[in-house]
């Protein structure tokens, strides 16, 4: 048989290196970035969940992770929406309850956090504690009722027996924070993770440990997920020694293992 003429033999050879090269791609699931999650967390957890993001990625090198960030009955309301989301992170347990029907497997909680008052940079109106949030002219941002932080705040001045006049009720604790630090509220009830994203921009007037309350962070899977095997592995993920080392850095505190 006659030798195949050399230009052939070249694009041959080509053909069959692609095709090897096809057949191993395959094998290896289609490389990184084959799953993408999208995660609808708690605002209050923003700077934590994007490292945790980070960190899960480079452990996991087929899964990318991207964050919706709200106030935990906002996001939540997302699941009601055609692919709302993968994973929810709430801030409390009954808005955790609340989306039950689009969640599916174990409800893992992942960190625990409470409050404390944030004040305008040197605490210009000088305000002491809880029972001065009650003083006229003191403008007092809280976040409203619906969401966590909202109800965590009404839950601490019900306990020190006072009633607070909110200036403003806003839509997630970190728009309180907001509030404070452009100087349009003298004072708002925030988690104490909070203030360390604000850096100077605000000061921070501790509430007494038998004055306060615990917020509780849980995750929990959702069903409409197109990545079954991945969410679930990402909602355990979150209570591993990585991951809770890392909300320890954030200044949340997590639960024993």
Not at 21 to 44: E, H, M, P
Not at 58 to 82: D, Y
Not at 220 to 247: C, D, G, I
Request: net charge positive.
């Amino acid at each position: 048989m006659p030798d195949t003429p050399r230009p052939r033999r070249i694009a041959a050879c080509a053909l069959l290196i692609l095709l090897v090269s096809g057949a191993i791609a395959v094998g290896c699931g289609g490389g990184a970035g084959s799953a993408t999650l999208t995660v609808l967390a708690a605002s209050s957890t923003q700077e934590v969940m994007r490292e945790l993001g980070d960190a899960y990625q480079q452990e996991h090198r087929g899964v990318q992770v991207r964050f919706a960030f709200g106030g935990s009955q906002e996001v939540a309301e997302r699941l009601s929406q055609p692919a709302g989301g993968d994973v929810l992170v709430t801030a409390d347990e009954k808005t955790m309850n609340g989306a039950d029907g689009h969640l599916t497997g174990r409800r893992r909680i992942v960190a625990h956090n409470s409050m404390t008052i944030a004040v305008g940079p040197g605490n210009p109106r000088r305000v002491q504690g809880l029972r001065d949030l009650t003083r006229p002219g003191l403008r007092v941002a809280v976040a409203a009722s619906t969401v966590p932080a909202g109800t965590y705040a009404r839950q601490i001045f019900a306990g020190a027996g006072i009633t607070v006049r909110p200036s403003s009720e806003e839509i997630s604790v970190r728009a309180v924070l907001d509030r404070v630090r452009t100087g349009e509220a003298d004072a708002g009830l925030v988690y104490i993770t909070d203030l360390r994203s604000a850096g100077a921009a605000a000061s921070s007037v501790p509430i007494p440990a038998l004055e306060n309350v615990t917020a509780t962070y849980l995750a929990a899977a959702v069903k409409e997920t197109e990545h079954e095997k991945e969410t679930a592995s990402f909602v355990a993920w979150l209570t591993s020694p990585t991951a809770r080392k890392l909300f320890n850095k954030y200044g949340f505190v997590t639960p024993q293992p």
